[in-house]
């Protein structure tokens, strides 16, 4: 087993280990209005920071932990906060501008924990060459730590264009 997919592995039964506080099926209800609202906010925060290109404060809306997995649209497995802000910092470097909007999310309650899943949309004016755009689907796990509403576990994966 090579260290990539061996570090994959232990990140993962990790955050299972989070997630196991989570619920079971049987668990899985409404939000209340309250926790709708609060991650509908994480939601407008994290498209505004992405859309800024506010590293720290997309940095500030994840679960600082060396447990955090982020798995980006081209299938790239980031195992921890701080990974996470390096391909972050990375991806915003390359751009003169972004624009991030989200088509459409369906949030879940589960246990203490909020899964989401939705689709999203990146304009981007790399800093050499022509525009980009993309859709992705996403699916992310969300968990109050603190006294606040955290991403802590974020997927992406970019969509194929649709056809003319």
């Not at 391909?87 to 390359?94: I, N, P, R």
């Not at 369906?106 to 022509?130: E, F, I």
């Amino acid at each position: 087993m090579n260290s990539t997919f061996a570090a994959a592995v232990a990140a993962v039964l990790a955050v299972v280990g989070l997630l196991a506080g989570c619920a079971t099926e049987a668990e899985v209800q409404q939000l209340s209005a309250e926790d709708l609202a609060a991650n509908q906010e994480l939601d407008r925060q994290f498209v505004e920071a992405i859309s800024q290109k506010d590293v720290e404060k997309v940095m500030s809306l994840l679960w600082n932990s060396p447990h955090f997995v982020l798995v980006t649209p081209d299938g790239t497995v980031h195992l921890g906060w701080e990974n996470a802000r390096k391909a972050l910092q990375e991806m915003l470097a390359g751009l003169e501008s972004v624009r991030l909007e989200i088509n459409e999310v369906t949030h879940a309650r589960s246990g203490d924990c909020v899964l989401a899943v939705g689709t999203a949309t990146y304009q981007m004016q790399p800093m050499d060459g022509p525009p980009l755009q993309f859709t992705e689907r996403w699916t992310d796990v969300r968990r109050k730590i603190g006294g606040r509403w955290v991403y802590v576990l974020d997927h992406a994966h970019a969509l194929p264009p649709s056809g003319p």
